[in-house]
């Protein structure tokens, strides 16, 4: 019986699924596998570890892997295709297929069929496919620059948020922490003030804005719930754009899914994503279920394993 590997990559973890012709036989998830995030070493250790563990999970080992499809934030790139590849030959012997992340989670969302996927994780990216199979993308344009809506932006625009919010509050500008998402954010980053705060925030190389999102995502606080709201906001604006440019301003419905971190633990992002989709686009049909990419990587490993 042949058996097929799965992996999606991403910048705080990697899923990787074992599977034969039909199903998910095992699951595994390691630490972070994004070559451009955390380094090529740090990579290998992630899916080398996964395709281990996941493998002993399903009870083969790698060299029964009849195909592989790895999906990550970058890897459409050659370059960096090429470094996933080498790293993951140290273990397989049959071919592995490496694309984007959008193009995994597209799959698990709709076979070969169409519809718009927005992937909000480390990073944020909206991607869709229309009837002819024409795709297009909006936003993914990384963490300095773009990714709004993501853990990343998320972190940061949370501490502009507390910062501006003392600034406003506060005759002396201390620079102490006056809210509860303020304490937070100090306490995660081991500062102990808001000084301090923003002093780490601007440090070069710039920290991990992610590492917040877990705490903002928790938090009661009014300011958290602002920041949340707008990641969701801008979210929908970018699945939109996909929206107009795949499916232009005709009738019929357009079948929208999410993927993500963030959308999987911040229900007032995909609360936010959900109203402000429809409200910009009415031919929207939300998926409810947030999606799991690494389903596409295993139905894509298995159609690259067939047509070899």
Avoid at 52 to 79: D, K
Avoid at 84 to 96: G, M, Q, S
Wanted: charged share 20%.
């Amino acid at each position: 019986m042949p058996y097929y590997l799965g992996i999606d990559g991403g910048g705080s973890k990697t899923a990787c699924a074992v599977g034969d012709d039909s199903r998910a036989l095992a699951r595994v998830a390691t630490g972070p596998s994004n070559i451009v995030r955390v380094g090529e070493q740090r990579a290998r250790e992630s899916l080398q570890q996964g395709v281990r563990q996941a493998c002993a999970a399903a009870g083969i080992t790698p060299l029964q892997i009849a195909g592989t499809c790895v999906g990550g934030s970058g890897a459409g790139r050659t370059e960096l295709a090429n470094i996933v590849r080498a790293i993951l030959r140290e273990l397989l012997t049959t071919p592995v297929v490496v694309v984007g992340d959008m193009e995994i989670a597209l799959e698990a969302a709709f076979d070969a069929g169409p519809g718009v996927i927005v992937i909000a994780g480390t990073g944020s990216i909206a991607y869709g496919r229309n009837s002819e199979g024409i795709t297009a993308r909006a936003g993914g344009w990384g963490f300095a620059i773009g990714d709004e809506g993501s853990a990343h932006w998320i972190g940061r625009s949370a501490i502009s948020a507390v910062l501006r919010a003392n600034d406003e509050n506060s005759e002396a500008g201390s620079g102490n922490a006056k809210s509860s998402l303020a304490d937070a954010l100090c306490e995660v980053w081991q500062v102990g003030s808001l000084l301090e705060l923003a002093r780490l925030a601007n440090a070069n190389p710039p920290p991990d804005f992610a590492t917040l999102f877990p705490v903002v995502v928790s938090s009661s606080d009014d300011l958290a719930q602002r920041v949340l709201a707008h990641a969701g906001t801008e979210l929908a604006r970018i699945a939109s754009i996909v929206m107009r440019r795949l499916f232009g301003a005709g009738g019929g419905k357009v079948q929208v899914a999410m993927t993500g971190s963030v959308f999987r633990h911040g229900t007032r992002v995909r609360e936010t994503f959900y109203n402000e989709v429809r409200r910009l686009d009415g031919r929207a049909e939300m998926i409810p279920n947030v999606v799991d990419p690494v389903e596409g990587a295993l139905r894509m490993a298995r159609r690259a394993a067939a047509g070899s």
